[in-house]
């Protein structure tokens, strides 16, 4: 049985591998394989995989995780400012630092549970992002947001990067824009995906899962609960981290704004559309949300009129009307829209409805074949 | 003396926002339970109440304009000021005080449909689904306005005889520099008002009695026969009032904006944790306090000694209170204690 889940784990990997190494292959007839989108994919997938630890196993809302983004862009950017174009160590530091704030803000945050973990998170948030658009302005560079400059020490390449103009990310001499950061990212991806995997399978994984069910009465057994919280909650801010250092791999820009609390909505909304404390789910949220936004708010009226120009004239006008509140800039309708239906009809998101769909399937075919044997 | 006393007033305009909105936030959660993050929504569609009845106000037909004679210059006159002249131009004037009017009604189908419509099927659902629900509805409902009236802020002036300010200094003998806008003294007024009428609402009207009673324990007010649920309905119809009518009088001092909501959502959130989930006393406190807190942190004096402690002073506050006394300074004892 052990070895039949390993082997089953094995093959999900190898899978899964290849769909997200071949991506730029098979998005091509969707018309998402360029670069910058593929990139976006990658990087929210590591951030909703690791916000998918917190939530999806422990049932802790989180309403702050976009700090931990913004903390893994500022020291990626710092890192590539100060130390080197090299994306390694602006990757760990950053990985690192929102370690550590994710462990400072969470030992105090999860004193509570339920809704008052969600406003302590939301505060903690909401502070850091003022905080980054006055007093910290030094670090932050505030509105203007964080920049490479010419002037910037880069004590490792300076010799080797101050003749060229405004350096780009690399990784030993492989610049990092294109597909080579696409690959990057989603060789992390592949990474950050085996360890959460590990993380769901293994005892501690069960213990997250227990806790989420029954906090009060693993507590009764004589189980400490917190150190556990911790560790899952340090263990995604790792992840945001992670993922906000890899934005700025992709393109060096830090600004506030990707700490704000709609951000860490944004988040909230990928994991649960895809599919909350599923492995795979987030990354198909995140995938889908990403997508959609590209492809929906690059439409305008004339885009519509050709889509619907099958129709009669004064009904295409109607159409076009109605169909201009949910594209272009108001995606944000259809998005908002998404979400709560979601939420209504489909709380397990989009894996719970294949599952269910597949179910449906498996149910009936077996019942028709022993008819046909009948 | 007179730095603090002019703090304190500051405070007392910001804090009287917080606490009608936490007002209503704490009504829908002590007695329908549920956590609503489309409150601050409601806030927003106050002030588009009040921007609609404007546009309504000031629709213009254009006019050749005589005292410019060397091209053809068209100027727009509202209809309201062909027809009634002087008359027009007042009521034009008063638009903010006048959409008090539109907005009451607006605000109670709007708390109704919301509630029969949607948070009535939540109720049963975890606290992290209500949330969610409700935030989604808010994306929607921000979004639809932005549609109709564009992203950017809608200035809308108080009443001319209220616009400028009052020279309250001379007043209580306290120097002239001492000055205070009028408008945001009747907003302190008039949501001392709205508080006051929904305190004596719920303690002096027999129905008042039944919610309070419903509150407490919901299951034995409905054995006694009495729909509860219905009440607490028009409870909900009440807090989006509360919180619309806070709404429309808050345009001349903010011009409205579709996120103006969110913004104002987040700490009326941490407003009612302060205050105690579920306590009306509690949460119109806490938001004159943090309001006024707020008001103090900013100024120089204490910005020298600590940088930064105005933007943050209101989160701090409530990690404080959370961590120390998690029902909130006037929350019930053994409700949401952990």
């Known amino acids: ?374 | 003396m007179d730095v603090i006393f002019i703090q304190l007033l500051n405070g007392l305009d910001k804090g009287a926002a917080y606490a009608l909105i936490a007002l209503g936030l704490t009504l829908a959660f002590g007695t329908l339970g549920i956590v609503n993050f489309a409150h601050g929504v409601l806030f927003m569609l106050g002030a588009f109440c009040t921007v609609s009845v404007y546009k309504v106000l000031t629709i213009s037909e254009k006019v050749l304009d005589e005292s410019i004679t060397f091209f053809k210059a068209y100027k727009e006159i509202p209809y309201l000021e062909t027809w009634w002249g002087e008359t027009g131009t007042m009521i034009i004037d008063y638009a903010v005080p006048i959409s008090i009017i539109f907005a009451i009604p607006i605000m109670i189908l709007v708390g109704i449909i919301m509630e029969r419509g949607l948070i009535r099927h939540f109720y049963k659902r975890d606290h992290a689904d209500q949330i969610l629900v409700t935030f989604g509805l808010a994306i929607v409902i921000q979004e639809i306005v932005k549609h109709f009236y564009g992203a950017n802020p809608i200035p809308i002036g108080a009443p001319e005889i209220v616009s400028g300010s009052a020279a309250i200094g001379v007043f209580l003998g306290l120097g002239e520099n001492l000055v205070y806008p009028w408008w945001r003294m009747i907003y302190f007024v008039f949501s001392v008002v709205v508080i006051g009428g929904v305190f004596s609402f719920l303690k002096y009207t027999t129905y008042g009695m039944v919610v309070r009673a419903g509150m407490w324990d919901r299951e034995m007010v409905g054995m006694l026969g009495i729909d509860i649920q219905r009440r607490f309905t028009v409870v909900f119809a009440l807090a989006a009032v509360v919180a619309g009518l806070a709404g429309v009088m808050y345009t001349p001092i903010v011009a409205p904006d579709y996120h103006m909501g969110m913004n104002f959502l987040v700490l009326s959130f941490v407003v009612v944790v302060v205050g105690g989930m579920g306590s009306l006393p509690g949460a119109v406190v806490a938001g004159f306090m943090l309001g006024i807190l707020e008001s103090f942190s900013s100024m120089n004096e204490v910005k020298q000694i600590l940088p930064g402690i105005d933007q943050i002073i209101i989160y701090l506050v409530a990690v404080a209170i959370l961590l120390l006394r998690p029902r909130g300074l006037m929350g019930r004892k053994g409700v949401m204690e952990d």
């Open chain 1, 1 to 374: 049985m052990n070895s039949q889940s390993k082997n089953k784990d094995i093959r999900l990997m190898a899978i899964f591998s290849v769909i997200v190494l071949t991506a730029p292959i098979w998005l091509e007839p969707l018309g998402a394989s360029y670069p910058a989108l593929l990139q976006k994919f990658a990087i929210f997938g590591i951030f909703a995989i690791g916000f998918n630890i917190l939530f999806g196993l422990t049932g802790y809302l989180s309403f702050g995780h976009a700090t931990f983004l913004g903390v893994g862009s500022y020291t990626a950017v710092w890192s590539f400012k100060l130390l080197s174009m090299n994306v390694i160590p602006g990757v760990i530091f950053g990985t690192i630092l929102a370690g550590m704030l994710a462990v400072l803000i969470g030992y105090v945050s999860l004193r509570r549970s339920g809704i008052y973990f969600s406003i302590l998170t939301l505060a903690f948030a909401q502070m850091s992002y003022n905080l980054a658009y006055s007093v910290l302005t030094p670090i932050t560079n505030g509105e203007t947001s964080l920049q490479l400059a010419l002037d910037d020490p880069r004590i490792f390449d300076a010799a080797r990067t101050a003749s060229q103009g405004l350096p780009s990310t690399e990784l030993f001499g492989l610049k990092m824009s294109g597909y080579p950061g696409f690959y990057f990212c989603a060789v992390v991806l592949i990474i950050a995906f085996y360890i959460s995997m590990r993380i769901f399978r293994s005892p501690f994984g069960l213990k997250l899962r227990a806790i989420k069910s029954n906090q009060t009465r693993m507590k009764y057994i004589g189980f400490n609960t917190r150190p556990y919280l911790l560790w899952a909650f340090v263990i995604s801010g790792m992840y945001a981290g992670l993922a906000g250092s890899l934005m700025a791999v992709t393109d060096p820009l830090a600004g506030a704004e990707r700490m704000q609390w709609t951000a860490s909505g944004e988040v909230v909304l990928m994991t649960i559309l895809g599919g909350l404390g599923t492995l795979i789910g987030p990354i198909i949220g995140a995938g889908v949300i990403k997508y959609f936004e590209n492809i929906f708010s690059a439409f305008n009226e004339n885009v519509l009129h050709n889509i619907f120009s099958f129709l009669p004239d004064g009904l295409e006008n109607v159409v076009v009307q109605v169909a201009g509140l949910f594209v272009g800039s108001g995606w944000h309708l259809t998005l908002g829209l998404l979400f709560m239906i979601v939420v209504i009809f489909l709380p397990g998101g989009i894996v719970e409805g294949i599952e269910k769909i597949r179910a449906r399937f498996r149910r009936t075919s077996p019942a028709s074949s022993s008819e046909k044997s009948e």
